[in-house]
């Protein structure tokens, strides 16, 4: 999807740091990763909007333009493997463009500064219900800091007085969780801003990995800000809590006179007023005026093809396995619970 929308200001970003690429097969192993570009094959067709995906097309030099697909990948926990986040060019052959231009962006973002060397928490970014959610669940009152007193830069993350604690030492879900959060302060900009101009798209990764459903939460609550910004957003998941909110959502717009309130205490957000929480209000609103899709890649063992199906009614009672199970996610702990009921007769 990436390629099929920034195209041409991906070949320019590859051209800049000097990836260049003078066939179709050197674009492709650029740009997937040595080895992946093996998945486009000769009868391989892609079409965005009609239009057909030609990457032998890109190779040519392209426009200048800003990309307009944000996209934070699976494989994030590289980009602070180090502690700080690599330039682009660092990166082994076989890492895919998304990682090498993720971590440059969250590098880039760093340096030009956040306003202060303390990352989380800040008063003046992510609105206030939101970042006590992603303290509860990720932070537990740590502070995350940009520690530039060493021969190198490093993300360290203290408690109390005591000293700061490394990558190396942090959580998995912190280790996931932090290079996310710091991509999503380039969208959700302070000062007034509600969001980057050429933005229009925001791609996420498997973005509950290493988390705990309270820290899944509290993300899905930076996803509906996205939302009511203006980005559009994809996100892949294996999580059933992901399509649990999107499932109670659609529940909740069905309802002619349903509110705010009702999905805000979705999220363990109670008793605030328009007035105490004048964003999340309006993040709960928006919501409930979103369209929502949900597909489920289905992979044929027999034809080794994968065909994508909608199942965005996400029905617990109908009648098609694959709907009802939302995948698989939900259907696989159903039949394991059915086995045990049988034993138990």
């Known amino acids: 999807m990436k390629l099929a929308v920034d195209g041409r200001q991906i070949a320019k970003t590859m051209e800049r740091y000097g990836l260049v690429a003078k066939t179709k097969a050197q674009f492709l192993a650029r740009y997937l990763g040595e080895g992946v570009d093996q998945g486009w094959r000769a009868d391989t067709a892609v079409a965005w ?21 944000y996209f934070v990948p699976a494989h994030r926990t590289l980009t602070l493997a180090e502690g700080y986040p690599p330039t682009f060019q660092q990166f082994r052959p076989e890492t895919p463009f998304v990682v090498r231009q993720f971590s440059e962006e969250l590098r880039q973002l760093l340096i030009d500064g956040l306003g202060e060397d303390l990352i989380f928490p800040q008063s003046k970014r992510l609105k206030g219900k939101v970042r006590e959610k992603i303290n509860d669940a990720i932070f537990h009152n740590g502070k995350l800091r940009d520690d530039a007193s060493g021969v190198q830069r490093q993300l360290r993350l203290s408690f109390d007085e005591g000293p700061g604690l490394s990558y190396m030492t942090w959580t998995a879900g912190q280790r996931e969780f932090i290079p996310l959060l710091i991509g999503l302060y380039y969208l959700l900009p302070a000062g007034g801003y509600a969001k980057r101009k050429d933005t229009n798209w925001v791609v996420i990764e498997e973005p509950e990995m290493g988390l705990h459903p309270k820290a899944i939460l509290a993300l899905m609550l930076l996803v509906l800000d996205l939302l009511s910004r203006g980005y559009r957003v994809v996100l892949s998941t294996h999580s059933p809590l992901v399509l649990e909110i999107v499932w109670g959502i659609g529940l909740l717009q069905k309802r002619s006179r349903t509110r705010w309130q009702p999905v805000l205490k979705m999220f363990g957000i109670d008793g605030v007023t328009k007035a105490s929480a004048k964003g999340e209000v309006e993040m709960a609103e928006a919501a409930l005026q979103k369209q929502y899709r949900v597909h489920y890649m289905d992979y044929d063992s027999q034809s080794a093809r994968v065909t994508a199906r909608d199942i965005s009614d996400l029905d617990p009672s109908s009648s098609d396995p694959l709907v009802a ?13 059915k086995v045990i009921a049988d034993e138990h007769r």
């Open 49 to 69: 909007n009609g239009k057909p995906v030609e990457p032998a097309l890109l190779v040519r030099r392209p426009r200048v333009g800003r990309h307009s697909v």
């Open 325 to 337: 199970g939302w995948g698989g996610l939900t259907g696989i702990s159903g039949d394991l619970g």
